[in-house]
T-cell receptor, first 113, second 117 residues
């Protein structure tokens, strides 16, 4: 079993839809949970991060972490065609190991106008 | 700031040839990371440096791969000899020190698309 599992999709939604992306993980030592967005033929860029459990909101984006279930989610409200990209979840441990990221394989999202 | 710079952007080579990928991190960043991305395995950390010193190379697939960071503004990833299964996109990323509840973002370069025939 991989440490981080992510459904690769692809996921296709109409503009304005609510999008739900998620990852599961097996290593209880993970403390930092990130979502990266990667446009085609570009490098990943950080979208949001959460430390430990809880929710975090940034504009149309909400990240949730449920450590008891080892499950994280990213919600996108009022999705736009510009949100079309691959979304990668990533995780790391606390302390001196928080530089070593373990990524999910990514979910390809297309938002249709 | 120009961001993380990688060269070349594309590399096509034949099996058995030596390949050298280059990276210039963001000025002032003291951590540098090399990743490989494939459809099958996703994005994987190969090695990372702190203050030019390799800290963790457990992700380097085999002895054919080597990485160096001779100074704070330059790093190389070398594959010798290259094999078709090395075909992938290789990313370099850099960051500053994090810790505690603070996460310091890793900034990724545009990647080098390597094809080994």
């Amino acid at each position: 079993q991989k440490e981080v599992e992510q459904d690769p999709g692809p996921l296709s939604v109409p503009e304005g839809a609510i999008v739900s992306l998620n990852c599961t993980y097996s290593n209880s030592a993970f403390q930092y949970f990130m979502w990266y967005r990667q446009y085609s033929r570009k490098g990943p860029e950080l979208l949001m991060y959460t430390y430990s459990s809880g929710n975090k909101e940034d504009g149309r984006f909400t990240a949730q972490v449920d450590k008891s279930s080892k499950y994280i989610s990213l919600f996108i409200r009022d999705s736009q065609p510009s949100d079309s990209a691959t979304y990668l979840c990533a995780m790391s441990k606390s302390g001196g190991s928080n530089y070593k990221l373990t990524f999910g394989k990514g979910t390809l999202l297309t938002v249709n106008p | 700031d120009a961001g993380v710079i990688q060269s070349p952007r594309h590399e096509v080579t034949e099996m058995g040839q030596e390949v050298t990928l280059r990276c210039k991190p963001i000025s002032g960043h003291d951590y540098l990371f090399w990743y490989r991305q494939t459809m099958m395995r996703g994005l994987e950390l190969l090695i990372y440096f702190n203050n030019n010193v390799p800290i963790d190379d457990s992700g380097m697939p085999e002895d054919r791969f080597s990485a160096k960071m001779p100074n704070a503004s330059f790093s190389t990833l070398k594959i010798q000899p290259s094999e078709p299964r090395d075909s992938a996109v290789y990313f370099c990323a850099s960051s500053t020190r994090g810790g505690g509840s603070s996460y310091n973002e890793q900034f990724f370069g545009p990647g080098t698309r390597l094809t080994v025939l």
